[in-house]
C-alpha cells in the first residue's frame, strides 16, 4: 500500500517568503495543498495511517470516562493485552516514552535509585532523560553489544554493593530493549531474557522490558509474547509501531503493579476520558497485523539485499531480523543528508540513523513494489551525487533531517 501526503511548496534558500506579497504566498499555499504526491514513507513504522477498519471501530466505539475506569472498551482492550503478555493486568497510555518512565518510576520509587540500561538503549538515548530529570532516577549504562544484548558479566558487575549506601545510588531495576532499535532491530532472545530475569530475582530488585517492537521479535523468534516477556516485571508494548494503531502503548504486569501506574499515569497527565475510541483502534491493529509482521520482515530483508549491490554502501543483510534496515554509507561524496534530501525529491522519505548511516523501517502499508521503487530512487539518488550535480532544495516539510531518533 502507498501513503499519500500533501507535499508543501519548496522554498529555495534566498527566497524566503517574508520577501513575497502576502498574495503570492497564500497563492502558493493553496497550489501546494492541491498537489497530492505518492509517497514511500520510510522514516519508521511509527507513520502509518489508520486502516478503515480502525476507523470504524474508532467511530463505534462503546466508550465511557476511563479517568474513572468506566470505559469498557479500554478494560476489555487491557484485559486482552494482559492476557496476550502473561500479566496480571494491563493499562493504556498515550506514548511509549510515558509508558517506560512510568514502569521505571513504579519500581524505583526512591529518589536516587539506580537502573542498569543499555548505553543505546531507546529509554537512555531518546526518551529526554524523564527518569532523571522527573524520576530522580540514575542511570547506570552498561554497553550494547552489536546484538542489543549487555554482557551478563557486566550487568552483574554494574549491581552496587549495598555497603556502599552511603555513597552510591541503591540498584534496583534492570531495562531491556526488544527488539532493540540501536542495534537494528535485533532480537533478544528467550534464554538471555530469562537468565537477565534470575540477575534480577537473586539480587532482591525487577526487570523492565522496552517492548515496543515485542510482538516484531515474537514473530521473528517464534515465541509466544508471553514466553518472551515471562521473566519482566513489566513490559511496556508500543501500538503505533509495528502495529500500525494511531496512538498509544500499553503497560502490563502485576495488579499492584498497574495499580500504582495508574496514579503515575494521572499524575504525569495521560489519564484520558473516552479512551477507548484509542483503544479500538489499537485492538484492530493487534487483531489485524500482527500477522503481517512476517512479511514486514520478508521485505526489510529485500530491501537490505537490493542495498548491499551498491557499491557504496555496505549492510550485512543477514543481520536484518525484523523490519529495520541500516546501512552505512562508505562513499565520501554522499552523506545521509545528502542522500535523504535527494531521496526525498523522488518521494522516498527516510532519515540519517547517524553521521554515516541511514535507517529504512518497514511497515505493514509498504508494498513489494513500494520496496523496489525505493531501491530504483536509491540508485538513481547515488548516481545523482556522484555527479555532483544535485541541486538541494531547501527542504520545508517538517522533517528533521539531522535528528538521529527512532
Not at 527566497?15 to 493553496?30: G, H, M, T
Not at 535485533?186 to 517492537?213: M, P, Q, W
Amino acid at each position: 500500500m502507498v501513503l499519500y501526503k500533501t507535499r508543501p511548496a519548496r522554498v529555495r534558500e534566498g527566497q524566503a517568503e517574508l520577501s513575497s506579497p502576502p498574495y503570492a504566498v497564500a497563492a502558493a499555499r493553496v497550489r501546494s495543498r492541491r498537489m497530492v504526491t505518492k509517497v514511500v514513507d520510510l522514516r519508521s513504522d511509527t507513520v502509518t495511517k489508520p486502516s478503515d477498519a480502525m476507523r470504524a471501530a474508532m467511530a463505534a466505539a462503546d466508550v465511557d470516562d476511563d479517568v474513572l475506569g468506566a470505559d469498557p472498551t479500554a478494560r476489555r482492550f487491557e484485559a486482552e493485552m494482559a492476557a496476550l503478555t502473561g500479566k496480571e493486568a494491563a493499562l493504556f497510555v498515550p506514548s511509549g516514552t510515558m509508558a517506560n518512565l512510568i514502569s521505571v518510576l513504579v519500581h524505583c520509587d526512591v529518589r536516587g535509585s539506580e537502573v542498569i540500561l543499555g548505553d543505546t538503549s531507546h529509554i537512555h538515548v531518546y526518551e529526554n532523560g524523564g527518569i532523571s530529570t522527573i524520576g530522580g532516577v540514575h542511570p547506570r549504562t552498561v554497553s550494547n553489544n552489536p546484538d542489543g544484548t549487555m554482557d551478563i558479566d557486566k550487568i552483574v558487575a554494574a549491581i552496587r554493593n549495598p555497603d556502599g549506601a552511603l555513597l552510591y545510588p541503591t540498584t534496583r531495576l534492570i531495562c531491556l530493549e526488544n527488539t532493540h532499535a540501536n542495534a537494528g532491530g535485533k532480537c533478544l532472545s528467550v534464554e538471555y531474557t530469562d537468565k537477565v530475569g534470575e540477575i534480577a530475582v537473586n539480587h532482591g530488585f525487577k526487570l523492565h522490558i522496552d517492548g515496543a517492537r515485542i510482538f516484531n521479535a515474537s514473530v521473528a523468534l517464534g515465541v509466544p509474547v508471553h514466553r518472551l516477556v515471562k521473566a519482566a516485571d513489566s513490559v511496556s508494548v508500543c501500538l503505533s509501531k509495528g502495529l500500525g494503531a494511531p496512538i498509544g502503548s500499553v503497560i502490563v504486569g502485576s495488579k499492584a503493579f498497574i495499580d500504582k501506574a495508574k496514579i503515575l499515569r494521572k499524575t504525569l497527565g495521560g489519564g484520558m476520558r473516552q479512551v477507548g475510541v484509542l483503544c479500538a483502534a489499537a485492538y484492530v491493529a493487534v487483531r489485524d497485523t500482527v500477522g503481517k509482521l512476517a512479511d514486514d520482515h520478508r521485505k526489510a530483508k529485500a530491501l537490505a539485499e537490493g542495498l548491499k549491490k551498491i557499491k557504496q554502501f555496505t549492510v550485512d543483510s543477514s543481520s536484518v531480523e525484523t523490519n529495520m534496515v541500516f546501512f552505512d554509507i562508505v562513499d565520501p561524496r554522499i552523506s545521509p543528508n545528502k542522500l535523504c534530501d535527494v531521496l526525498e525529491q523522488r518521494n522516498v522519505l527516510a532519515m540519517p540513523a547517524s553521521s554515516k548511516s541511514v535507517r529504512f523501517v518497514i511497515h505493514y502499508q509498504i508494498s513489494d513494489s513500494d520496496v523496489q521503487y525505493a531501491l530504483t530512487c536509491v540508485e538513481k539518488a547515488v548516481e545523482e551525487l556522484l555527479k555532483g550535480g544535485t541541486k538541494l532544495e531547501h527542504l520545508t516539510n517538517g522533517t528533521a533531517k539531522n535528528a538521529y531518533w527512532h
